[in-house]
């Protein structure tokens, strides 16, 4: 009896050991909290060799376009130091929306998303935790990158012979609409959940509004503005930003507009992202 009596004892006592162990564990998963999922993030960025590579292509590029257009001198007369300087960053914010792209689609293709959300169960924590990251890091690339770019063709392109344009702050309006740009490819991404849909859709949003803004008549000042590709070139005072391609609207409007719209796609993201399984 007595036997009997300790040994239910001691199963009582591990029963209870391992519901406190599971109930601390479950406890520490619903607690992580914004800071650990932004650790988290960081560590898959970089630690995905593609995004690594689509990253660095990202900031090299602007400094490349700067070097060639300089030492070419394939400057339009009416061009400004600053545009002409910066004549590649709309290919190198298309691959900043690639970057966003990749980062929540690149979960689902490698099945890691499920491990993700088993670690940090709150998925609105996580999708601001990834927004965080490609918009940080890309504003902070892209505001070095281009100010590179701009000091680059500055002292390469003949003193005098064209406008200098006004480096600031657009150089600042510039690297937001980087950020802008992934998100809007973050937010692609988890609503495709397929990184080559992806990175077509978010191609096809960036380059679609300045193509059939003009279809719209009065409304093709706000149609053409919707894109970051079309703040970008407001911002860069290029000379290839004409109202027909890019709308009306002022850089800094453009800009507002596209944060926006960008904005509402996330939470939409972010609305879907709770109602699926994964």
């Known amino acids: ?10 199963n009582r006592r591990n029963r209870n050991r391992n519901r406190n162990r599971n109930g601390s564990w479950n406890q520490d998963r619903d607690r992580t909290g914004f800071r650990e999922a932004l650790a988290y993030e960081w560590i898959k960025f970089r630690s995905v060799r593609s995004t690594l590579w689509t990253t660095t ?3 090299v590029l602007p400094v490349i376009g700067a070097v060639f257009i300089a030492a070419t001198g394939s400057l339009q007369p009416d061009d400004t130091v600053l545009g ?21 689609s690149g979960e689902y293709s490698g ?31 892209a505001l070095a990158s281009c100010t590179a770019a701009y000091l680059v063709g500055d002292a390469m392109l003949p003193e005098g012979r064209y406008a200098q344009g006004e480096p600031l702050p657009a150089l600042f309006g510039v690297a937001a609409s980087f950020s802008a740009a992934a998100v809007l490819g973050l937010a692609v991404g988890t609503l495709v959940r397929h990184s080559a849909g ?19 008549g009065d409304a093709e000042r706000w149609v053409a503005g919707l894109s970051p590709t079309a703040a970008l ?5 290029t000379s290839d930003a004409v109202d027909a391609t890019v709308g009306s609207l002022g850089p800094w409007p453009s ?20 109602r699926r399984d994964v």
Do not use: H, N
Not at 1 to 10: C, K, P
Not at 233 to 237: G, M, N, R, S, V
């Open 1 to 10: 009896m007595t036997t009997t009596t300790t040994a239910l004892s001691g």
């Open 198 to 216: 992806a990175v077509t859709t978010v191609t096809g949003l960036l380059l679609l509004p300045s193509l059939f803004g003009p279809l719209f």
């Open 233 to 237: 070139e407001k911002l860069t005072q």
């Open 84 to 104: 002409g300087s910066l004549t590649l960053t709309v290919v190198a914010q298309m691959l900043a929306a690639v970057v966003g792209a990749l980062v929540a």
């Open 57 to 59: 292509a990202t900031a």
């Open 255 to 274: 800009l507002l507009l596209v944060a926006a719209c960008t904005a509402a796609l996330t939470l939409g993201a972010l609305g879907l992202l709770r």
């Open 111 to 141: 099945g890691t998303i499920r491990t993700t959300f088993a670690a940090c169960p709150r998925r609105g924590t996580v999708l601001a935790a990834k927004a965080a990251l490609v918009g940080g890091v890309m504003y902070l690339l």
